[in-house]
C-alpha cells in the first residue's frame, strides 16, 4: 500500500511560478516511476512529466518543456514540480501517481501504467 499527498497548488497570475510537491508513505521501495498529470474540466488527464526513481531519467510532455522541471528527494519520499512562466492553458488540477510495476514496456505519459494516485491540487493561473 502506498500513499500520495500532493500540495502546493494555488492561484497566479501568467509568468508566475508554483512549486507543487507529492510525498509518498507505505512501502516506496519498488517506486520504479512517479508523474505528474494534469486534467482540465472537459478534456482527457494528459501526462506532463515522468521521472523513473531509480535511473533519474526524467520526460516532459512537449508543451511544458523548458518550463517545467520535475525532481525527486529519495530520502524524502518526495517529487517535485517546478512550474515556471505558468500560462492561462496550464490551468487544471494537477495529479501525481506511482508505478509500483515491473514492465517489459514502459510508455511514462500512459494513466492506466500508474498503480496509486493522489487526491490532486488545484493550478490555476489567470491572464
Known amino acids: 500500500q502506498v500513499q500520495l499527498v500532493e500540495s502546493g497548488g494555488g492561484s497566479v497570475q501568467a509568468g508566475g511560478s508554483l512549486r507543487l510537491s507529492c510525498t509518498a508513505s507505505g512501502y516506496t521501495y519498488n517506486t520504479r516511476k512517479m508523474g505528474w498529470f494534469r486534467q482540465a474540466p472537459e478534456k482527457e488527464r494528459e501526462g506532463v512529466a515522468g521521472?523513473?526513481?531509480?535511473?533519474?531519467?526524467?520526460y516532459y510532455r512537449e508543451s511544458v518543456k523548458g518550463r517545467f522541471t520535475i525532481s525527486q528527494d529519495n530520502a524524502k519520499n518526495t517529487v517535485y514540480l517546478q512550474m515556471d512562466s505558468l500560462k492561462p492553458e496550464d490551468t487544471a488540477m494537477y495529479y501525481c501517481?506511482?508505478?509500483?510495476?515491473?514492465?517489459?514496456?514502459?510508455?511514462?505519459?500512459?494513466?492506466?501504467?500508474?498503480?496509486?494516485w493522489g487526491q490532486g491540487t488545484q493550478v490555476t493561473v489567470s491572464s
Open positions: 501517481a506511482a508505478d509500483l510495476s515491473e514492465r517489459l514496456v514502459s510508455i511514462w505519459y500512459k494513466p492506466d501504467e500508474y498503480n496509486y
Open positions: 521521472i523513473y526513481t531509480r535511473s533519474g531519467l526524467t
